[in-house]
């Protein structure tokens, strides 16, 4: 059962608050402590930018058919490292499945299919443990979750890809 303590009389008023977690054993207050971080992590996104999308792996599906049809009307090395850009982004939903305890290429298929026949809301429903319209059931998250994801992920292999160049050019 949660309890509140509220601590009233203190002269100066201050922007801070203090949260006290307490739990039965370690393992629980840990758990306790990694929620509060992370519902701090997204009200913090929320502050910086004040949007929200469809979770559900929904942005990242709609990222990899778009990526893929991109990828369809090129050709050589830029075809394949658009392929493999839009192959690496069905982690995301891959991953929510399978924590999900879903068949994660049976959930990410029926998630692409859906999308490639226009639902661009289809997303995964842990709740219900299926794909469903994802705005319907209020399940968001904030913008700048994605947007950091993707853009860390993409400076990463630029980093690799200058390295292998580097790497490339010592031995020529």
Same mark, same amino acid.
């Given at each position: =059962? !949660?309890?509140?303590?509220?601590?009233? /009389?203190?002269?100066?008023?201050?922007?801070?608050?203090?949260?006290?977690?307490?739990?039965?054993?370690?393992?629980?207050?840990?758990?306790?402590?990694?929620?509060?971080?992370? !519902?701090?992590?997204?009200?913090?996104?929320?502050?910086?930018?004040? @949007?929200?999308?469809? /979770?559900?792996?929904?942005?990242?599906?709609?990222? &990899?058919?778009?990526?893929?049809?991109?990828?369809?009307?090129?050709?050589? =090395?830029? !075809?394949?490292?658009?392929? @493999?850009? @839009?192959? +690496? =982004?069905?982690?995301?939903?891959?991953?929510?499945?399978?924590?999900? /305890?879903?068949?994660?290429?049976? &959930?990410?298929?029926?998630?692409?299919?859906?999308? +490639? @026949?226009?639902?661009?809301?289809?997303?995964?429903?842990?709740?219900?443990?299926?794909?469903?319209?994802?705005?319907?059931?209020?399940?968001?998250?904030?913008?700048?979750?994605? &947007?950091? +994801?993707?853009?860390?992920?993409?400076?990463?292999?630029?980093?690799?890809?200058?390295?292998?160049?580097?790497?490339? !050019? +010592?031995?020529?």
């Amino acid at each position: =059962m !949660a309890k509140v303590v509220k601590v009233t /009389g203190v002269e100066k008023k201050h922007k801070t608050v203090t949260i006290l977690l307490r739990g039965s054993n370690k393992l629980v207050l840990d758990e306790a402590d990694r929620s509060l971080h992370d !519902a701090l992590c997204v009200i913090r996104c929320l502050v910086k930018q004040r @949007a929200l999308i469809a /979770g559900g792996g929904v942005p990242e599906t709609e990222i &990899t058919l778009k990526l893929t049809d991109y990828a369809n009307t090129l050709s050589g =090395m830029d !075809a394949y490292c658009f392929k @493999a850009f @839009a192959e +690496a =982004m069905e982690i995301i939903p891959y991953t929510l499945s399978e924590n999900a /305890g879903l068949n994660p290429i049976e &959930t990410v298929t029926e998630l692409r299919r859906k999308h +490639a @026949a226009g639902e661009v809301s289809a997303g995964i429903n842990v709740r219900k443990g299926c794909i469903s319209n994802i705005e319907d059931e209020n399940v968001l998250q904030p913008l700048l979750v994605s &947007t950091s +994801a993707i853009s860390l992920a993409t400076e990463t292999v630029r980093s690799i890809l200058k390295i292998d160049d580097i790497v490339n !050019a +010592a031995r020529d």
